[in-house]
């Protein structure tokens, strides 16, 4: 069984970088395309990046496009989502996504991926 751990969601200030992990066990990652998802208070899960199955390829949205970067490290089994120049808006509920061996590009559909984190938490103070 395929698991998924977030790490490093914190309180910062506006303005302040922050890099989050997402730690896989059960399997290789290296097949399997990967996304990072939040959710804000009050709001729809929102697609926020996306990574190929090989690292070829990346996606973001538009709302942290130049600012958020994500990469991953097969070697870990691990992607990171590094985040600059936070602003109060990426306040959410940060969740890894991962795809099962589908050689899938930077998918930005939350309907593709079939493994979940339980989420970290990133509050941004104003």
């Known amino acids: 069984q395929v698991q998924l751990v977030e790490s490093g969601g914190r309180l910062v200030q506006a303005g302040d970088s922050l890099r989050l992990s997402c730690a896989a066990s059960?399997?290789?990652?290296?097949?399997?395309?990967m996304g990072w998802f939040r959710q804000a208070p009050g709001k729809d899960r929102e697609f926020a990046a996306a990574?190929?199955?090989?690292?070829?390829?990346?996606n973001y949205a538009d709302s942290v496009k130049g600012r958020f970067t994500i990469s991953r490290d097969n070697d870990k089994n691990t992607v990171y989502l590094q985040m600059n120049s936070l602003i109060p808006e990426d306040t959410a509920v940060y969740y890894c996504?991962?795809?099962?061996?589908?050689?899938?590009?930077?998918?930005?559909?939350?309907?593709?991926?079939?493994?979940w984190g339980q989420g970290t938490q990133v509050t941004v103070s104003s």
């Open positions: 996504a991962a795809d099962a061996d589908r050689y899938r590009g930077a998918e930005i559909a939350d309907s593709v991926y079939e493994y």
């Open positions: 059960g399997r290789t990652l290296s097949k399997s395309a």
């Open positions: 990574i190929s199955w090989n690292g070829g390829s990346t």
